[in-house]
């Protein structure tokens, strides 16, 4: 295989960030409910698993990506679209530079994941193996 992409680069640790964010997020909510301080602890266990499993998940798909790996670049395509929604819903809310950050990482990182550098090192042509 040839060298790493910068695009790679880039979509791995994109794709890390939000994976982190999404942890931090869930250990936040387990912090709040186990301290008494969350709103609802019913919903905030919930919560907590759910941001850290997906956190954990993201982190794996990054790590995937990182090493190369062509499964990775459809659930990173799909994260994006994801943040793009809730970009979306940012805006409506009036978080206008909360979404703005959220929509400048999911446009970078689908940019990134689906340049031809990127499509190049995870799909090379079957003439050059």
């Known amino acids: 295989m040839s060298s790493r992409p910068v695009t790679i680069v880039i979509a791995a640790a994109l794709e890390a960030l939000i994976g982190l964010a999404a942890g ?3 250990l936040y909510s387990f912090v709040t409910a186990v301290s008494g301080d969350a709103a609802d602890v019913t919903s905030a266990i919930p919560l907590a698993v759910l941001g850290l499993g997906v956190g954990a998940l993201l982190v794996f798909v990054a790590r995937g990506l990182w090493q190369m790996r062509d499964w ?5 395509f799909v994260t994006q679209l994801f943040l ?4 979306y819903y940012m805006f409506t809310s009036h978080q206008y530079a909360l979404g703005a950050v959220l929509l400048v990482v999911a446009v970078s990182a689908s940019a990134a994941v689906l340049s031809p550098p990127t499509t190049a090192a995870l799909f090379p ?3 050059e193996r």
């Open 24 to 26: 931090v997020g869930g």
């Open 125 to 127: 042509d079957d003439s």
């Open 72 to 76: 990775a670049r459809t659930p990173v």
């Open 84 to 87: 793009g929604v809730v970009a």
